[in-house]
């Protein structure tokens, strides 16, 4: 239901971004197929796998945690997967002109610190400090391979690399907080 809800709160914007990215790495030749079929709609075989394997390994995670580490443990991922998407966002050229990243506009480097600060603070309150510096680490270190593989298939980010991005990071933080705790 956590899960679910989360989805439902954000219109499921990350969940799309995931899938389209999946999609179009997996299917497309050159980097213009791929962005044509990360703009497409319809979802595909890739996005479906992408979706049904991050859910359920969230959903793996969670049910590992502890009871009482549940909520701390969304609230650090939901937090942490947020806070590195500035980054990302300032770090990569856009991959197309007219996609929705370019529409919204490049943060600077201040906001980028702004947002990664509040993360940090957030995921230091909900979870013991080492848990929280480890979470910290291993969303920064999802944000540089999606980072790295956005590079490599299309050549900079969209919309949804930043939203595939968000996922990748709150999947391996749950993962790591069950293999901590649970």
């Known amino acids: 239901?956590?899960?679910?809800?989360?989805?439902?709160?954000?219109?499921?914007?990350?969940?799309?971004?995931?899938?389209?990215?999946?999609?179009?790495?997996?299917?497309?030749?050159?980097?213009?197929?791929?962005?044509e079929i990360m703009r497409d709609s319809r979802l595909g075989t890739y996005g479906a796998l992408a979706l049904v394997v991050s859910f359920a390994t969230k959903l793996a995670a969670l049910a590992s945690l502890p009871n009482d580490m549940v909520v701390q443990g969304l609230i650090a991922a939901h937090a942490l997967g947020r806070g590195v998407l500035p980054w990302i966002a300032i770090s990569l050229p856009y991959a197309r002109k007219d996609g929705l990243a370019a529409n919204a506009g490049r943060p600077d480097g201040t906001i980028a610190v702004v947002a990664a600060g509040i993360a940090l603070v957030i995921t230091i309150l909900a979870l013991p400090f080492s848990s929280a510096l480890l979470a910290a680490i291993a969303a920064i270190a999802s944000a540089l391979v999606m980072a790295q593989l956005a590079r490599r298939q299309i050549g900079g980010q969209t919309g949804d690399v930043l939203g595939g991005t968000e996922q990748v990071a709150e999947t391996a933080i749950l993962v790591l907080l069950a293999a901590r705790f649970g």
């Open 1 to 35: 239901l956590a899960l679910g809800g989360g989805a439902l709160l954000t219109g499921a914007l990350h969940e799309d971004g995931l899938a389209d990215v999946a999609d179009g790495f997996g299917g497309g030749r050159d980097p213009a197929a791929k962005l």
